[in-house]
């Protein structure tokens, strides 16, 4: 049995389909369902169910994006940094093996050397380090707080996507935005991502750290070509002058834009396609909400 915490959501969801399509024993838990925050609540529904493995998609994102998280920071610091705790404690306790679902917007740009950020890399964008939004803060101290953890995967998404139109997806978002902000971001495409998280629980490899993103990198224009390409061609795109710009007339907090290296998820034998390719293919099965 696997629990599946916080399934409502865009990432939660996805993992739900995939679990019916592989014909997982699973059980979805809202928090209606059972209180996140309440230890003793989730200690109970892990030997009620015998669970085998626990995925954690909860958290705080804010809608429409993450300047909602400035005006609400309790809620975001809860479900961030301290959530991951309570069920870190009780999964070692109970000995169960677990997923929980982090972020690469703690990371702001390349490395020194220029390549993309590795599982290892001190995060650049978080409170240590880097004037970053509060949820990029609230994220980087969930992995800290994961820090050592025994039996845990801790997997980074970064600007999720796929096929169908969505507020949470990142191609509706350049659809409807009326400017864009020119970046260079690595991304996950949504289907892959969840897929390649739970391989590496079935494949037994070394839990830890793993960045799940699409290999390569690609720029907003670069994507918003390829809508253009393959799915708008009348469709046109503007662009802010300056990130200057972009902060004083459409943004609350600072972005993370950032490069992610995904060798060590491929060097355990789980592939990710090219960026460029699974942009296409979302783009090419595109389904209108």
């Known amino acids: 049995m696997v629990i599946l915490l916080g399934a409502s959501g865009y990432v939660g969801n996805a993992f739900q389909q995939l679990f019916q399509s592989k014909g997982v024993d699973y059980q979805s838990v809202a928090r209606s369902d059972v209180n996140y925050y309440d230890r003793s609540a989730l200690l109970g ?34 479900g961030n940094a301290v959530l991951p705790g309570i069920i870190r404690e009780v999964c070692e306790d109970e000995g169960l093996s677990w997923g929980h679902v982090s972020s690469g917007c703690i990371y702001s740009g390349r490395r020194e050397d220029g390549a993309g950020f590795k599982e290892d890399d001190t995060p650049n964008f978080s409170f240590r380090t880097n004037h970053c939004s509060f949820y990029s803060g609230t994220k980087a101290l969930g992995e800290e707080v994961l820090e050592g953890a025994e039996n845990c995967y801790i997997w980074r998404l970064r600007i999720p996507f796929d096929h169908v139109d969505s507020p949470r997806n990142y191609l509706s978002k350049l659809l409807n935005y009326r400017r864009l902000l020119e970046a260079e971001n690595s991304i996950s ?58 902060m004083a007339v459409a943004a609350k907090t600072p972005r993370s834009n950032c490069v992610m290296d995904n060798s060590k998820l491929l060097s355990a034998g789980i592939l990710m396609s090219d960026v460029e390719e699974a942009i296409i293919s979302s783009l090419r099965k595109w389904e209108w909400a």
Do not use: M
């Not at 030997?47 to 920071?73: H, I, Q, S």
């Not at 907003?220 to 002058?241: G, N």
């Open 189 to 246: 495409q949504l289907e892959e991502f969840v897929a390649a998280c739970f391989t590496t629980w079935e494949k037994s490899v070394e839990p830890g750290i793993y960045n799940v993103t699409n290999t390569g990198s690609v720029t907003t224009r670069q994507v918003a070509d390829l809508i253009k390409e393959h799915l708008c061609p009348d469709r046109s795109f503007d662009f802010f002058d300056s990130e200057d710009e972009f």
């Open 45 to 78: 529904l892990i030997r009620e169910t015998k669970a085998t493995f626990l995925v954690n998609t909860a958290g705080y994102t804010g809608k429409p994006n993450v300047d909602a998280c400035e005006l609400d920071k309790a809620e975001t610091l809860l």
